[in-house]
């Protein structure tokens, strides 16, 4: 395995084993066409809790996948481990990053349930395909993110804000933007909001909670979808004894195809 | 309230108002265009096995809410009371069934989660609304239900086999039917299989498990959708110590609208 081999591979396997290998870095432009999760792993006795988080706000948490306590496979990605086969991970006690380590068997606990999440990675394969451009990739930037002042429907311990990341799209192009990731609910589905950032108590979108500040071009309107970063969000506010979550943009690749999860 | 007036209420509360004094019988047909739900409540100690239970079967059991332990409301039907709102119900110890009330207050438990899971009626609406004749009510029927020889994916204690609803529909209508009800995944969404019911295990669709049979017309392909009952089944097949089901066909009338269900 040559860990020193930057660019991205496009087979999920491979790119997985260059992860276990040792290889870091964000999964953007990897593995094209398949599905990307977001991963949370919380003790057993949080885990009614977050599963009833994510049913109650299923655009910023769409789940994928929930494991069986201490298990580390997932059927959306045979023979992966759930350890090692991301690029970076973090971990968290009482809401407050531990460690930010590539691998994460030392820290694992036999009374871990895995949540997988849908990503926004999905999506903008699809608007790409529907030839929505996307400003931030043009422009060589990781996506926008805020954290708005609407607060997720809470379950039982667990609470947070909405977490959104913004798009500008040109008008002529919203209504194609808007319908191309409706038919992606398992990836944020339609947008939470179009325009005016103050609807979502957004100050300033030249200064993002996460990632980079993007240029729209001359009429773009500002597109915002639910994020799952919402999940890390929630663990900061809702500080459960232990978790663990991938690093920002370093996913679990799967072997999924993003137009299984298309809804029509 | 006058209980003898037997023709359906359109407006969900005078719905609802009605059960609660005393009226039974089927739902079908009330309150048009307003979403109705299965409702299942077990004990707290299950809540995680039924919750994680829908998450891996969610054509089956689309949850559209979960109240908290021992609560009898729910922001989808603002005022109803769930223990006495719907026209009857069903009473399951150790997956026996032990009684079918008009209503559960004498049987309410503290402890008890209730799941309310999208229904058929909502996507029937859609299919009337593109043209698909709906067998089984021009010929005045309950629609065929089969138990397949699928069985869902089990979570923890929770198990059993697929259950679906069959309507005949002209081949011509096929895309249609296909994709007006995929784009309702809270109503179990796109068919999961068309033609053979071999391709299922049902050996006989003159001879439906519940409901009623149908007759086809010449060419029409039989249509099979994931049906809600699969949680009834889920019931019989686990056996938890006590559960509350409503009673087939007699659903709770929420005040959501099923176009906010439409994912595009």
Redesign the interface.
Known sequence: MNVTDVSPARVPQEARARFRAGGTGTTAGWAPGHVQANLLAVPADW??DV??FC??NPKPCP?LD?TEAGGWTTPLAPGADLRTDLPGYRVWADGELLDEPTEVTGYWREDLVTFLIGCSFTFETALGEAGVPMRHIEQGRTVPMYTTARQCRPAGRVRGPLVVSMRPVPPELLGTA??AT??L?AAH??PVHCGEPGGLGIADLARPDFGDPVTAEPGDIPVFWACGVTLQAAVTASAPPFALTHAPGQMLITDARDEQYR??
């Open positions: 885990a009614y599963l009833l049913q109650r789940v929930v808007l319908n409706a038919l609910p589905g339609a809804v029509a």
